[in-house]
């Protein structure tokens, strides 16, 4: 049974636009999130991340928002640009151990 | 270069013919894990490791074997591939220190097993 889910398998966006990418999970007991991009015939690489204790971290033109009530986690690009055009994942954890990650989202923007 | 390297980066096998994947950092990291990505199915963990010596299962582990015998080196081993296990794999280590658990990837082998 899946976890953590990422319910939309794409998303496009025009530059210079707001990118909104969405992942939820199931299990309360995740206290550490994180977000990886992923180029085609290329390892994930980490973008950013975000602990339970708050809910929202900021870096850069990427922002991750936490909803802990819901359950629900998101990753905002602003703006987004041709060059974050990849595959994003959503991944949890208790402690740093087990990792669980999304089905992914393939985001493509649109110059 | 702060680096994960896997080799072999192909490979295409026989049902049955045992084969180890290799994995190695360069980045003097605790914690090392393998993981499996599949269509549909995203990244899914096979085992990962706290330390020398200390491995656990992640959540995918039947069929595979791993060690930890140095810090730097964590090999995959399939001693019997079956064609279920044809996907793409990649390793990955972290620091793993004061809460800060983001993984560095290697760039991914591709396993066929016929």
């Known amino acids: 049974d899946q976890q953590v889910k990422q319910n939309s398998p794409s998303l496009s966006v025009q530059e210079g636009r707001i990118s909104i990418l969405n992942c939820d999970y199931t299990n309360s007991m995740f206290d550490y999130f994180l977000w990886y991009k992923k180029y085609p015939a290329e390892g994930p690489t980490f973008l950013i991340s975000?602990?339970?204790?708050?809910d929202k971290n900021e870096d850069g033109r990427f922002t991750v928002f936490l909803n802990k009530s819901a359950k629900h986690l998101s990753l905002h690009i602003v703006p987004s640009q041709p060059g974050d055009s990849a595959v994003y994942f959503c991944a949890a954890s208790v402690t740093g151990n087990q990792f669980y990650f999304g089905t992914g989202t393939s985001l493509t923007v649109i110059p | 270069e702060a680096q994960v390297t896997q080799n072999p980066r192909y490979l295409i096998t026989v049902t049955g013919k045992k084969l180890t994947v290799t994995c190695s950092q360069n980045m003097n990291h605790e914690y090392m894990s393998w993981y499996r990505q599949d269509p549909g199915l995203g990244l899914r963990q096979i085992y990962y490791s706290m330390n020398v010596e200390a491995t656990d299962k992640g959540d995918v582990p039947e069929g595979y074997k791993v060690s930890r015998k140095e810090k730097r080196n964590f090999p995959l081993i399939l001693e019997s591939p079956s064609p279920n296990q044809t996907s793409l794999y990649f390793c990955a280590s972290s620091p793993h220190d004061r809460g800060v658990y983001e993984q560095y990837f290697g760039p991914g082998t591709r396993l066929t097993v016929t």
């Open positions: 975000i602990s339970s204790i708050k």
